[in-house]
């Protein structure tokens, strides 16, 4: 009686053990493809993102260029300008100085003129007393 009790206890636990062991393996199962389903998920969330960084990079990158070409231009430009100013202050002194000249030569003329005008008086004035 004892082995016959004993066998059915075994055979009891064996079939408690197979059933657990067929638990074990289903979720086991199901577990691997909700695995599988989340990596598939990051991977696709992943993709997404890394094609969204690398459109942002390109639009970084040429964003860059746009700028890299505008500023090259606006030195360009503002050497441009450098030179005109340069020419525009030099033209502008040479006009100071022949300003100066004729301002000079004026006065000499006018000073001229009135040595020739009392020069012309006293000669009058001689003339006039003469007569």
């Known amino acids: 009686v004892c082995s016959f009790r004993s066998k059915q206890w075994y055979q009891r636990r064996v079939r408690g053990l197979e059933s657990d062991r067929m638990t074990f393996e289903r979720q086991a199962r199901e577990l691997q493809a909700k695995l599988e389903e989340v990596e598939s998920v990051v991977k696709a969330k992943q993709g997404a993102a890394i094609a969204s960084l690398q459109n942002k990079i390109s639009s ?72």
């Open 60 to 131: 970084l990158e040429e964003q860059l260029d746009n700028e890299s070409k505008e500023k090259q231009n606006l030195s360009k430009n503002s050497r441009r300008s450098d030179r005109k100013i340069k020419e525009l202050t030099l033209q502008i002194e040479d006009e100071r100085r022949q300003c100066e000249q004729y301002k000079d030569q004026m006065e000499k003329a006018n000073s001229r003129m009135k040595t020739l005008k009392r020069q012309i008086d006293q000669n009058f004035d001689e003339v006039s007393a003469a007569n």
